[in-house]
């Protein structure tokens, strides 16, 4: 089975300013298993995000953002400021907008993905 993500803006736009929606409704009526997104910041708007790209998408949403917006350290290393709660909280709230598969993306680690399973199985 094949799946398709995406990297985003958190409004739906791909970066070559297209919007995504209709692309991932056309790899779905091509015979993809999933499709959906990854590598974009859980925020606020990452389940909105999920919302609008539902509207399109009739099978399985895939949902994989990162822990929040980097922050480039002294150290020169990304350093995400979510923690794996905040994180569950935004994934809990994706999960009701209509995403069926999620995960996690940069930032994220066992722990993240740990407590968004126990968030979102209530």
């Keep these: 089975a094949v799946m398709y993500t995406f990297t985003m803006q958190s409004d739906g736009s791909l970066f070559s300013g297209r919007d995504a929606a209709p692309i991932l409704k056309d790899l779905e009526e091509a015979g993809a298993a999933a499709v959906g997104f990854n590598c974009v910041a859980a925020d606020m708007m990452t389940p909105g995000l999920v919302a609008k790209l539902r509207r399109s998408v009739k099978g399985p949403l895939i949902c994989k953002p990162n822990a929040g917006v980097p922050v480039i350290g002294e150290d020169q290393l990304a350093h995400y400021p979510m923690s794996p709660a905040e994180f569950a909280g935004i994934m809990a709230d994706c999960v009701k907008m209509g995403a069926n598969i ?12 740990e407590a968004a399973v126990k968030t979102c199985r209530g």
């Design 102 to 113: 999620i995960g996690g993306c940069c930032g994220t680690d066992p722990s993240f993905i």
